[in-house]
């Protein structure tokens, strides 16, 4: 049986995003194009990033509160310091480092609005 192994974001400028990831994950895309950039990260999961009005069928309104794509850490030290460094790049945060019930978490937003959390599991 297989399993989901790839998740693709739907941007606007494939290349500026691909860009901002390459910052923000520290490795460079297995591809990037004009149309779409791709990611294999160290999971095993393969981020795509799409050009938005090239998906088919047609995608709808961007709607970034819709869903996440998540970066689990260690602990809470780990969060701050994550935390620490994405305000300093310029990334839109839109969830200050809270505790939460499922552990310490905040949440960025990427040029796209897509929003990117960041937690440690059970972190107090």
């Known amino acids: 049986m297989s399993h989901p192994n790839f998740v693709i974001l739907y941007v606007a ?7 901002f990831y390459q910052n923000l994950l520290a ?4 591809e990037a194009s004009p ?3 791709l990611f294999a990260l160290d999971s ?3 981020l795509g990033l799409w050009l938005r009005q090239e998906v088919l069928p047609q995608a709808g309104p961007v709607a970034a509160s819709n869903g996440e794509l998540v970066f689990a850490l260690d602990d809470q030290q780990q ?5 620490v460094d994405w305000q300093q790049r310029g990334l839109p945060i839109l969830q200050a480092p809270q505790q939460m019930d499922f552990g310490y978490t905040f949440v960025a937003a990427d040029p796209d609005g897509h929003r990117l959390r960041v937690y440690a599991a059970g972190a107090a």
């Open 35 to 37: 149309g779409f950039a």
């Open 44 to 46: 095993g999961l393969m």
């Open 13 to 19: 400028n494939p290349l500026a995003s691909a860009a």
């Open 79 to 83: 969060v701050q310091t994550r935390h």
């Open 27 to 30: 490795k460079a895309p297995l």
